[in-house]
């Protein structure tokens, strides 16, 4: 029998599982951004805005310790309408919050595993939000180092 051992630094399985859901996203209609922080100060791993109008919170976790020692994931709440975890293919199955959304990502593209609850936005937070959005991309494509949504 053939042992498989993972020699992926937390940072190589962040980036490789930010990558592959924020492609998994684009296949969806979505436009993601990495590394938002958002009004509250909190710092969303992947935000993105649907085709709809629709916004997105993922929270990208590299593995077991990462989730055990980050309990900021429900203050995104506020900021979306659908929030999901990313993890890797090899995360440990039953360890997540069954609440959100649940995407399996590695380095190429990712997949839904259980649907995020839907709470839709204010109609004036939405509007702030998709502006804020709209202006930090616009912002990070002139080359600008841009982070934070400002409502």
């Known amino acids: 029998m053939d042992i498989i051992v993972d020699l992926r630094t937390r940072p190589e399985t962040t980036d490789l599982v930010t990558r592959g859901a924020a492609r998994f996203l684009v296949s969806l209609g979505y ?3 990495a590394e938002v922080t958002l009004p509250n100060g909190r710092r969303a ?3 993105a805005l649907g ?3 629709d916004v997105l919170i993922v929270e990208v976790k590299s593995g077991l310790e990462d989730f055990r020692v980050d309990r ?3 203050e995104y709440a506020p900021y979306c309408d659908a929030f999901y975890f990313s993890v890797s293919p090899d995360f440990p199955e039953g360890i997540l919050p069954e609440e959100p959304g649940l ?3 590695d380095g190429f593209g990712g997949a839904i595993v259980r649907e995020a609850p839907v709470a839709p936005l204010a109609p004036a937070r939405r509007k702030a939000l998709t502006l804020a959005f709209a202006r930090l991309a616009a912002l990070r494509a002139a080359g600008v ?3 934070r949504l400002t409502l």
């Open 45 to 47: 791993d992947v935000m």
């Open 103 to 105: 995407i399996v990502a």
């Open 145 to 147: 180092n841009a982070e």
């Open 51 to 53: 085709p709809k109008g």
């Open 72 to 74: 900021k994931w429900p």
């Open 31 to 33: 436009a993601p951004l």
